[in-house]
């Protein structure tokens, strides 16, 4: 038994030294393990602090795809990003709203056009069915762009009746950038509660996305006010004489279906000097000239064309030229512009004074600023 028992003791002392070495070891390896995933949890949470606070509102019902845009989203927060200027139309998916989950664009870079890939944040969904309009004045306009929207409240915008068809005006907005942040969605909230006209999307809201916006506007007015007659896209600088418009509206001999004028632009050439603010690289339009289209400052159609537009986007590659891009899906629908009765009745720029003559005459034209239309509409409609 002494025997035996010595054996034991020996091999006791035999492996002490090796039992001391690994549990010193296991103990090394779950310390830097507590620290290797305290790290990961802080990197993570720097990450999705850095997600849009619309993203946010998905975290009560999180889908598969917003889980897998939150790991795309921090993937390309942390990773090098490699030509991204080059990441245009890269997406094939074609699917409907109702399968479609928000997806917040994180930077400038073109995203796709399709804009059912989009959702609205803000929205006025039974105004049409409320107000039933004839004629909707679709404005597209930055969020931080108050001032311009004030303006045209008080100046063309409040005019709801003209030859005894209703007119409504919604204004038309993407996401603002990271700088304004929550302040800034919540004034946009508190001022569509109070003038309810105000159409959001959660797209990023800059001048490379006009075309995605252009196409939301033609989403909103194919599912949301599908039964006005006429629909006209007119951006925020613009003066607009509401009464000859109308003139041209109610016109026997303008077409009810398949109509889109404005000031057209033939045989323009594709940008292609990386330099220019209408740059396009020929991988994303391959053509040297742009199909036949109306410049983006005003343009009116017959509420027919959003839906086939749509429709259509699906099929046209997306590019940052939002005005030719409507004219490329036109072309693919086989629908040419038309010429407006009286071309000069859509001016790009007018000589700087106020002249009644001609204000009385024009359909649209480019102001300088909120001011200066607020000027010549109470100049103009001052009795003679």
């Not at 030509?83 to 890269?90: A, F, G």
């Not at 409907?96 to 804009?115: G, I, K, L, S």
């Not at 001032?147 to 204004?171: D, H, P, Q």
Request: aromatic content about 12%; some cysteine; glycine content about 4%.
């Amino acid at each position: 038994m002494r025997c035996l028992s010595h054996r034991f003791h020996l091999r006791e002392l035999y492996f002490s030294p090796f039992c001391f070495f690994f549990s010193s070891m296991m103990d090394y390896i779950k310390n830097r393990l507590k620290i290797c995933f305290t790290i990961l949890l802080f990197v993570v949470f720097i990450g999705l602090l850095s997600i849009k606070v619309s993203d946010i509102s998905h975290l009560s019902h999180p889908s598969k795809q917003w889980l897998k845009n939150v790991a795309q989203h921090l993937h390309s927060f942390y990773m090098p990003k490699k030509n991204q200027s080059n990441r245009s139309q890269t997406s094939t998916e074609s699917t409907d709203r109702d399968t479609m989950t928000t997806t917040v664009p994180v930077t400038e870079t073109y995203h796709e056009a399709y804009p059912r890939r989009y959702h609205f944040i803000l929205d006025e969904p039974n105004i049409c069915e409320q107000q039933k309009p004839f004629l909707v004045l679709m404005v597209p306009v930055a969020p931080q762009q108050l001032a311009a929207r004030s303006a045209i409240r008080i100046t063309w915008g409040n005019e709801t009746v003209v030859r005894g068809k209703k007119i409504t005006v919604l204004f038309v907005l993407g996401l603002g950038g990271d700088a304004q942040g929550v302040d800034q969605q919540e004034q946009l909230r508190l001022e569509s509660q109070q003038y309810h006209d105000l159409i959001q999307s959660d797209f990023l809201d800059t001048y490379r996305n006009l075309t995605i916006k252009t196409m939301v506007i033609l989403d909103w007015l194919a599912t949301r006010c599908p039964r006005a007659s006429y629909a006209m896209k007119i951006d925020s600088d613009m003066f607009l004489n509401l009464e000859n418009l109308m003139s041209l509206l109610l016109a026997p001999e303008t077409p009810k279906k398949n109509y889109i004028t404005g000031m057209v632009m033939w045989n323009r050439p594709v940008i292609r000097d990386p330099s220019s603010k209408w740059y396009v690289p020929q991988d994303v339009y391959p053509q040297d000239v742009y199909p036949t289209y109306l410049l983006g400052m005003g343009y009116v159609f017959s509420n027919d064309l959003p839906e086939k537009l749509v429709r259509v986007s699906k099929d046209v590659p997306p590019f940052s030229i939002e005005d030719a891009y409507v004219g490329a899906c036109l072309e693919k629908l086989g629908i040419p512009p038309s010429d407006p009765p009286d071309p000069s009745q859509f001016k790009a720029y007018h000589g700087g004074e106020f002249k009644h003559s001609e204000f009385s005459r024009v359909i649209t034209t480019i102001l300088g600023s909120p001011m200066q239309l607020v000027s010549f509409w109470q100049k103009l409609k001052r009795p003679t």
